[in-house]
């Protein structure tokens, strides 16, 4: 409710935050405190909005997907992963002639009451049958919550309470202890352990400059896959 006397600008992020405001204050030591204190962190994010007001919420947020998460997140991503499996990826729906015909389009022909996609489904209704047009989206994601708390937990544990990782004192110990002791299946704090995992073998390789990483223990017997 706060959030909508807001405008867009002031609160829209693309696919959500690994931490909140308050996790985050809670989570960073006294160093990282006072070093990050006045920076702001979404400054650079807010640029990649349009100025004025001709273009509504919906537009505003379109544009911010397509100019930053999309480029800089979701397609870099895919392009990686295929890539390192000599897959080649077609994303049909961003030919640029497409994407210039939708971003001209009103906001009621592609969200209608509580209909998503309305144009789309309405122009395939011929083509797919109902179960297809009308089932619930599906997003193509990495397991990382089944991961955490299966295959990589034992790994994730032991870089994140070893030495290394404390003497950089970027956060506070017992609150990552806490959230690797959180045995709940939750997907955000399957990312938070999975951010922190990440940043630390990140530091490794290209600020310590360590040249080989330890590789995690894997038992085949307990890997879980989780949907898509």
Not at 62 to 84: G, I, P, S, V
Request: charged share 25%.
């Amino acid at each position: 409710m706060r959030r909508a006397t807001l405008p867009v600008e002031a609160w829209y992020r693309g696919v959500g935050l690994t931490f909140n405001e308050g996790e985050k204050a809670n989570l960073y030591g006294p160093g990282l405190k006072q070093v990050i204190t006045g920076l702001e962190p979404e400054a650079g994010s807010r640029a990649y909005f349009p100025s004025g007001d001709y273009l509504s919420p919906l537009e505003k947020m379109l544009y911010f997907d397509t100019k930053y998460w999309l480029a800089d997140d979701t397609l870099l991503k895919a392009d990686k992963l295929t890539m390192a499996c000599s897959l080649e990826l077609r994303v049909p729906f961003l030919d640029h002639q497409v994407v210039e015909y939708a971003a001209v389009l009103p906001p009621n022909f592609k969200i209608r009451g509580k209909v998503l996609k309305y144009i789309l489904k309405k122009a395939v209704a011929d083509i797919l049958p109902p179960g297809v047009i009308r089932r619930q989206k599906l997003g193509f994601t990495a397991p990382i919550t089944s991961w955490i708390n299966n295959e990589l937990h034992a790994f994730a544990a032991a870089v994140l309470q070893s030495q290394q990782f404390r003497r950089r004192e970027y956060f506070r110990p017992e609150v990552v202890e806490g959230l690797l002791k959180d045995t709940r299946p939750h997907p955000a704090r399957g990312r938070q352990i999975f951010a922190l995992l990440v940043l630390e073998l990140w530091h490794r390789l290209f600020i310590d400059g360590e040249r080989q990483l330890a590789a995690p223990p894997v038992d085949t017997e307990q890997i879980v896959v989780e949907g898509i």
